[in-house]
């Protein structure tokens, strides 16, 4: 649905987290207004990821929802003629981290599967004109995917002056140490319905609305830091070594960390243990926004999937990745004393959205209800997507 026009190697090795690219007519997509106004109403507005932003600042809740009594809950909701006001003079409403909506998700799904990296959805809408900023200029921690959905948007790139910034390390904090060039940006392109922008994080952007309503789809990724691998030695490894627990002597740098600082390096360069936290990470963090289908799976008649259902699997990395280690959905399967399972999903990873009686024609040598066995119970714990 999303043509990248960039081969998926050539952007990981390219592009990803150090170029920007921009991409016309992307995609083919409509969404109604009806639509729109539902994402919106869905939103939980009491979230912080929710978020009316005007004249650059975020506004504060109390300006535009209000809490009443509903029937025994109190609940929250818009304040109609408030959010209205404020959205004509130029505001900018954002739902961030969008779920269950089946809409955004088949973006965000080839989002994720083209970087091999989680996704968060964004929605932002405004009917601002060249003057009402709603940010300044700021940098992302996240590579984000700009989607333009509705209208044109301009958008104002700067080459980074801080590479890579960490979640912690959001422009709007560090202004004291680093800020947007005022020189001409180095990217300027204007979104039209369709197009779509890869902005890595770290660079500078001030998304400006051009007197029409713009809404887009901003879908952000998120690698694993090299960080992370450490504070995951420090917490796991690192106190099984005698080394780690030792005092620090008070009051004095004379301490000699020379053993310490061997360590963590001969940690650091562990391939094995390297691995232990990928897996452990993969199974912690990813999780895929799947189909429900409980007339299918939970109704206790039914044992198998039908013939022309449609299967995709729920991996976040690719199979050769992770040799024998298969990771979806928090859960790890090990196919290396399966071959067949093994060969099957190899298959189904490159035949996305295969169709059950393909992969049974495809398998004919093997006892039709062992594979089809295979299949539905693979679905049931969430490691194939039926469509
Ligand atoms: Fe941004």
Known sequence: MINFNINRDIFLSEYQNSRPFFQKKSFDFSITDEQIDEIILRSDVLDDDFKLNYKGKVL???KYIDGFQDIGKFRYKLNKAAFVSYMRNGATVIANKIYNEPLIYKFHNEVEKYTGRPALSSLYISYGGYNDSSFRS?????DVFVMQLKGKKLWRLHKPNYELPLPTQQSKDMEHIVTCPKTNPDFEFLL???DLLYVPRGWWHD??????RTVHLSVGTYGVYRNDFLIWLINEELPNHLESRKYLNSFNSHDNLEDYAELIKQLLLDKNL???FNVQHALKHFRSNDNLHINSLC?????????DKQISLNLFHKVEDLNSDLIANGILL???KRPDMEKIIKFIVNHSNVKVEEILSEFSYLDVEYVQDMLFKLACYD???VN
């Open 299 to 307: 109704n206790p008649s039914v044992n198998k999937l039908d013939l």
């Open 138 to 142: 700021h940098w992302d921690t996240r």
């Open 60 to 62: 504060p809740k109390e």
């Open 383 to 385: 490691f194939i997507k």
């Open 207 to 212: 998304p400006v609305p051009c007197g029409e």
């Open 274 to 276: 390297l691995k232990k």
């Open 334 to 336: 090990k196919v290396d």
């Open 192 to 194: 039209e319905e369709g």
